[in-house]
């Protein structure tokens, strides 16, 4: 606890001086402790609990059932690269039944742990092979959120748009507004993406790339 709270404060004043979200992001394992050492290192300082954003708290019911008590005064991040066959929930089954159990949707992000390592072991625990997450699972999962599970556009973009800007502090990131930095994503009525553009600059037009990833 004492370690977490000291890289929390170095983390919160790095983050005055730059600018920047300041914020400590963990990576949740099986077990629900995770939540329980944020709320000691929360409770033994003068941090808030949005100081930290626990991810991956869609790898397990069990751990799902925990970020639905803690996610009403912290932030939790799903992650959109996970797999039912190492028993996750999927990022959009899981953000409608936190919206549901009463999370405030200004507290839920969806990261897609793109090009991640995703470690597969045997019923005995033992490494048996290595997946890669796909950048591509974000929008999946967000076309599945409303869909699939009925939330509305304009609910299910704030996880992935509007709250990752608030809660990292991206100016110009997340909204469409005058001064913003006009990155957009236009689909069309099969939630296909036709057009994609960064900064203001075209990537994608009418379905064909246009900048490579190079440049």
């Not at 190492?86 to 990261?111: N, Y």
């Not at 609910?155 to 957009?184: C, F, M, Q, S, Y």
Request: hydrophobic letters at 40%.
């Amino acid at each position: 606890v004492e370690e977490l709270v000291r890289l929390a404060l170095s983390a919160r004043v790095g983050g005055m001086l730059g600018g920047k979200g300041g914020i400590v992001n963990l990576h949740l394992g099986e077990g629900d402790d995770g939540f329980d050492l944020i709320d000691r290192a929360v409770h033994s300082s003068e941090l808030r609990h949005l100081q930290f954003l626990p991810t991956h708290c869609n790898r397990s019911p069990e751990v799902l059932d925990r970020a639905k008590r803690y996610g009403r005064t912290g932030a939790i991040d799903v992650t959109a690269s996970s797999s039912a066959a190492f028993g996750d929930i999927s990022a959009s089954a899981a953000i409608r039944q936190l919206l549901d159990s009463g999370v405030p949707l200004e507290h839920l992000t969806m990261s897609s742990d793109g090009c991640g390592s995703l470690p597969v072991f045997d019923p005995q625990g033992r490494l048996v092979g290595i997946e890669s997450g796909d950048p591509k699972a974000i929008f999946d999962e967000l076309v599945a959120l409303v869909t699939e599970h009925g939330v509305p556009w304009a609910t299910a973009l704030r996880p992935v748009t509007a709250n990752v800007a608030e809660i990292l502090k991206l100016p110009g990131k997340g909204r469409i507004a005058t001064g913003g930095d006009a990155d957009l994503v236009l689909l069309d009525g099969d939630q296909q993406i036709v057009h994609v553009m960064a900064r203001g600059r075209f990537f994608m037009r009418n379905g064909e790339i246009e900048v490579g990833p190079f440049g």
